[in-house]
């Protein structure tokens, strides 16, 4: 059965704009099944399969030849020299909309393809897995997630919520035939090694990075220390930073960089790190179940995770890029997530809690002391109901991000 994706209004209202319309994200969360779905009558080749890669590679107008516009082009990334005739197509009918639909699951080789031969031509979304929202078959308005807007849901409970950071959000682990989930990640992980890292890395360090994968792992939600994380696997800090770029060239990981201002040089300037599928997180970091993770040490950070990714798709699956910031002063005052907006920051904290208190306001207290626009902000949390703290802050169920 087809779960409806938000991305599909960007991805129709692209296509009456430009040529190209390019999705992009990791493997295995739906971008070829949104995109077939949306026109099934278009001509479909995926260049994961030999025989059109190489004449992709070999000869691009042959190619499209073969497989002529309308089409659908998966893993364009296969054959970045495919962008070259996707341009000289384009330029010899300029008033096409729609014509070419890609998808590519590799950011850095993709990306500066499509900067050099597309630019003007091309419009890029990004699409993750399921969102809460879209599993849960509500329907998706056309803004995107802050705390002035916050959609009314019904709420969710720790267990309900473990259960789903535990499981992750790729449509293959929410069908009913699901396999088992440590069998998929460990499969989808050492596919992502094979195909994907081993294009970008040198092959003889592949095992380290498998071992880096769990040390990232085991950080999601604190600051990058990059000396700390090096120690751990025993390479270079330039090394792990370099792992780094991979991961979020390859959308497994966010770096969520911290907002700063003009007014004090007391902020942060360390990004934190966050995986955009927590399923991943917690099977790299062997929590087997939602019992254990809720129980576990890492339990507050894995829920800081979910809101995070959850909010990102909220941007991301509208076609519009996600604002995202996190704000720390030296001193240790925190806010867990900013959303920048129309010349404001709306501030997000998270708490595993059901009745979060005042407590949970000092961050936002000491980033309005500084002067900066600040607009109303929320605790996500495991409420029952939406209930205000104080004028501005409100306490929200985690399941309203939508």
């Keep these: 059965m087809y779960t409806k994706r ?26 070829t099944t949104m995109l077939r779905h949306l026109a099934s009558d278009r001509t479909y080749v995926t260049l994961d399969d030999l025989g059109p890669r190489e004449l992709a590679r070999s000869d691009p107008g042959l190619f499209f030849q073969r497989y002529p516009p309308p089409v659908l082009v998966d893993e364009v990334q296969q054959a970045p020299g495919l962008l070259d005739q996707v341009k000289v197509l384009v330029d010899r009918d300029p008033g096409a909309r729609g014509a070419f639909w890609l998808t ?14 597309l630019a003007g031509r091309v419009c890029v979304l990004r699409m993750l897995g399921f969102s809460v929202a879209e599993e849960a078959g509500r329907g998706a308005g056309v803004l995107p997630f802050r705390p002035d807007r916050i959609v009314d849901a019904p709420s969710i409970t720790v267990s309900d919520v473990f259960t789903r950071i535990v499981r992750g959000a790729y449509p293959r682990l929410a069908q009913p035939d699901a396999p088992a989930r440590d069998l998929w990640y460990g499969s989808y992980v050492q596919t992502y090694v094979e195909r994907d890292v081993r294009a970008m890395l040198d092959v003889a360090r592949l095992q380290a990075f498998e071992t880096f ?5 085991a950080r999601v939600g604190q600051l990058i220390n ?68 809720a129980a576990g040490a890492m339990a507050g950070a894995l829920l800081e995770n979910h809101v995070v990714a959850e909010v990102a798709k909220s941007w991301w699956h509208r076609g519009r890029e996600a604002p995202l910031w996190f ?29 979060p208190d005042r407590r949970a306001l000092t961050g936002i207290g000491r980033l309005r002391a500084t002067g900066v626009a600040v607009g109303p902000g929320c605790v996500a949390c495991l409420a029952d109901s939406r209930w205000p703290i104080d004028g501005y802050v409100e306490a929200m169920n985690v399941a309203s991000i939508a």
């Design 6 to 31: 938000t991305l599909e209004r960007s991805v129709l209202e692209a296509s009456r704009t430009f040529p190209v319309v390019l999705v992009t994200g990791p493997r295995q969360v739906g971008k």
């Design 104 to 117: 590519g699951s590799q950011h850095f080789a993709l990306m500066r393809g499509v900067s050099e031969s």
């Design 213 to 217: 994968l769990r040390v990232a792992a």
């Design 226 to 293: 990059l000396a700390d994380m090096a120690r751990d696997i025993g390479v270079a800090p330039s090394t792990v930073q370099q792992w780094l770029a991979v991961m979020e060239a390859t959308f497994q990981i966010l770096l969520l960089r911290p907002y700063h201002t003009n007014r004090t040089s007391r902020e942060t300037k360390t990004p934190k790190l966050y995986f955009l599928d927590t399923g991943l997180a917690a099977w790299l970091g062997r929590w087997s179940s939602a019992e254990t993770a």
């Design 327 to 355: 704000w720390r002063t030296k001193d240790g005052a925190e806010v867990d997530l900013i959303v920048e907006d129309d010349g404001l920051l709306y501030p997000v904290e998270v708490k595993l809690a059901s009745r």
